[in-house]
C-alpha cells in the first residue's frame, strides 16, 4: 500500500503562485506515475500535471492545455515528494487537488486517466479570487 497526503492549498488572489506537495510513504516500487488531479464543484474529475520514472529512465511531465506554462510538476526523490507549483493562477483553477500514483511507468495517454492509477490522497482546497 501507498499513503500519499497532500497540503499547501488555500486562498490566493488571481495572479498569484502556490505550491503544493504530495508526501508519500508505504511500499516502493522499480516505476512510478505521480499525478495531479483537480475537481471543481459539480464538473469531473480533470488531469492537471503527471509525471513518471524509473530506474533507468529519469522521468517525463505531462501538462494539460489549461496549466501549461503556469505550473510545474517535479520531485524530491530523498524526500518521497511531488510538487506542484502553480504560478498565475486564475479563477478557473479553484478546485479540490488531488495526488494520485502507480506503480507503472505512464506515457501520456495513461497519465492523463484518473482510472490509470491506484492511490489517491484525501485532496487540498485550492480557491482562486478574482
Known amino acids: 500500500q501507498v499513503q500519499l497526503v497532500e497540503s499547501g492549498g488555500g486562498l490566493v488572489q488571481a495572479g498569484g503562485s502556490l505550491r503544493l506537495s504530495c508526501v508519500a510513504s508505504?511500499?516502493?516500487?522499480?516505476?512510478?506515475?505521480m499525478g495531479w488531479f483537480r475537481q471543481a464543484p459539480g464538473k469531473d474529475r480533470e488531469f492537471v500535471a503527471g509525471?513518471?520514472?524509473?530506474?533507468?529512465?529519469?522521468?517525463?511531465?505531462y501538462y494539460a492545455d489549461s496549466v501549461k506554462g503556469r505550473f510545474t510538476i517535479d520531485r524530491d526523490s530523498a524526500k518521497n515528494t511531488v510538487y506542484l507549483q502553480m504560478n498565475s493562477l486564475k479563477p478557473e483553477d479553484t478546485a479540490v487537488y488531488y495526488c494520485?500514483?502507480?506503480?507503472?511507468?505512464?506515457?501520456?495517454?495513461?497519465?492523463?486517466?484518473?482510472?490509470?492509477?491506484?492511490?489517491w490522497g484525501q485532496g487540498t482546497q485550492v480557491t482562486v479570487s478574482s
Open positions: 494520485a500514483a502507480a506503480a507503472s511507468y505512464y506515457g501520456r495517454t495513461y497519465l492523463a486517466r484518473p482510472e490509470s492509477f491506484d492511490y
Open positions: 508505504g511500499r516502493t516500487f522499480g516505476s512510478y506515475a
Open positions: 509525471m513518471s520514472w524509473s530506474a533507468v529512465i529519469t522521468y517525463t511531465a
